[in-house]
């Protein structure tokens, strides 16, 4: 098989599509596809988010942030909320979603989401283009409807989303 060589990109596809809801007195929700795990002693998970954010900022000044894993009923949600700046309206009033109180950290939850990770800021990475924050899991929220007979989260029972390439896909069958 013959190979050709591209120029660098983020090839790495497809990755998790995640609503990030941070701030306390005036939170925000930023749609993040630049998202990942880094460790699971202590669960640490990385978001990579641009400075000139509005998100950015607000992570920067409390230091925490819930990553709220949206199915794919909520697609018009992540999409509206991906393209619409916080800094002129309220993202949860807009899309008529929930703020919902966390259980560790200042930011809310997103309510209509099944799962959320409550994040306190470890390390600000300046990596170029975006800033990468590494975030210790202080907290997990499972809506019940997850788990499965031992309490564990059986991720087979909801539509996930993942970016691929520009495109909003939904995870399909266990292999």
């Known amino acids: ?10 090839a790495l596809y497809p990755v998790p599509v995640v ?3 941070c701030g306390d007195a005036r939170p925000n929700i930023i749609t993040l596809a630049w ?11 990385g ?7 509005f998100s950015h900022g607000l992570i920067r000044a409390t ?7 949206p199915t794919a009923s909520l697609l018009s949600v992540v999409e509206r909320c991906g393209t619409v700046s916080g800094r002129q309206v309220d993202k949860f009033a807009l899309c008529g979603i929930t703020p919902a109180p966390a ?28 800033d990468l924050f590494v975030g210790e899991v202080m907290a997990v929220q499972a809506d019940e409807a997850l788990l499965d007979a031992r309490g564990e989260v059986d991720f087979q029972r909801a539509e996930w989303l993942c970016y691929i390439a520009g495109r909003y896909h ?6």
């Open 103 to 130: 259980s560790a950290v200042r930011p809310p939850l997103i309510a209509e989401c099944p799962l959320h990770l409550e994040c306190r800021v470890r390390h600000t990475i300046p990596l170029g283009s975006h």
């Open 35 to 45: 998202v990942g795990t880094l460790c699971s002693e202590p669960p640490m998970v």
């Open 47 to 53: 978001i990579a988010v641009r400075p000139s954010r």
């Open 1 to 10: 098989m013959n190979k050709v060589v591209q120029r660098p990109a983020t």
């Open 19 to 21: 609503l990030v809801s």
């Open 63 to 69: 230091g925490e942030f819930v990553v709220n894993l």
């Open 170 to 175: 939904r995870l399909g069958e266990h292999l």
